[in-house]
């Protein structure tokens, strides 16, 4: 993939609780700012209509943000990128809204981009980029899914969760282990000083040798999810406070991991029946070291290239938007001010 010289292109990306934007200049990223919503915490989750008035609070100071670190103002843009779906409607809506007004008053195109496609581009942001055909695994707390990315705009899918995505899973056993939202980062952490072998928890992985009918790479998170909760609650409740703050980081080890290892022993069987030699990882829980190290690994005991983005363009970002923007661009792809948000949008 090549990015011609384009002129820079302003990127907006609200699907979810992170308000950010990025520019893309002279063919590569010239900033990105993310600006998360504390407000959360408080709720163990997203509120979509705390995070729809958060995105209105900090999307303005997020542009100028944007464009202060790229050194730029808004008649210095060429284009102007912004996330259609899928997310939270009401958060999509202030992006989208604030794209359309930058884009009318510079007088500029508008380039509409689906977020998923932006997590499947994060590994074009910076160089090496995996050549394509390419198998990505996108793992984020809305999504999780193998596709084969074809060529640009190009991607089947192999397979996909049946029900929760993996961060989804990643942030329910941190609740039930007492730890904050969004749980990923905090099980990560809790994991790198646990015994993994303390639980035998179900694999992710669905049917015998991880196959159901025709399907290559199919998973379900149910299973782990509820073996976790029979383990608290199969404890007697007058110690089980303690036992679970004794055993958090075990809990936590021996989760990660079988996650972890039916990701990637997932991705290794797509390798073997596609043939195709390059592996990106992408999504909020491609941030994860315990899944990046066992992804290269696999990579290098299988003869497979790997692909993962910075920790920062892992998780939501709007640089991630910007060089799919670019993509778009350069193909000759423009959207109108009658560009709509896209709540149920797929990749
Ligand atoms: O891609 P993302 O920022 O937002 C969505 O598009 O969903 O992904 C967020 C998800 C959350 O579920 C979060 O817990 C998870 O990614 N996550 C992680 C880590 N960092 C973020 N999961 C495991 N380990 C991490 N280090
Ligand atoms: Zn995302």
Redesign the pocket.
Known sequence: MTFPDLPPILAIET??D?TAAAVWASGRLASSVVAGQRVHQRFGGVVPEHASRAHERLIVPAVQAALDEAGLAVSDLGAVAVTVGPGLAGSLLVGLGAAKGIALGAGVPLIGVN?LEG?VYSVMIAEPRPPLPFLCLTV????TLLTLVEADFRHTELGRTRDD????A??KV?KMLGLPY????H??QWAESGDAAFLDLPSPRLGPKGRRGDELFDLSFSGIKTAVRYWITGLPESERAEAVERHRADVCASFQQTVVQALVEGVRQAVRETGVGAVAVV???S???G?RAAIAQAGQADGFETFVPDTAH???NAAMIAVTAAAKWAAGQADGLDLAARPSLAL
């Open positions: 699907s979810c992170d977020h997590h984020s707390g809305g999504h995505a993996a961060g989804e990643f942030d941190a969004p749980g990923g980062p099980v990560e999504g909020g829980v941030a994860n070291r899944l892992s998780v939501d």
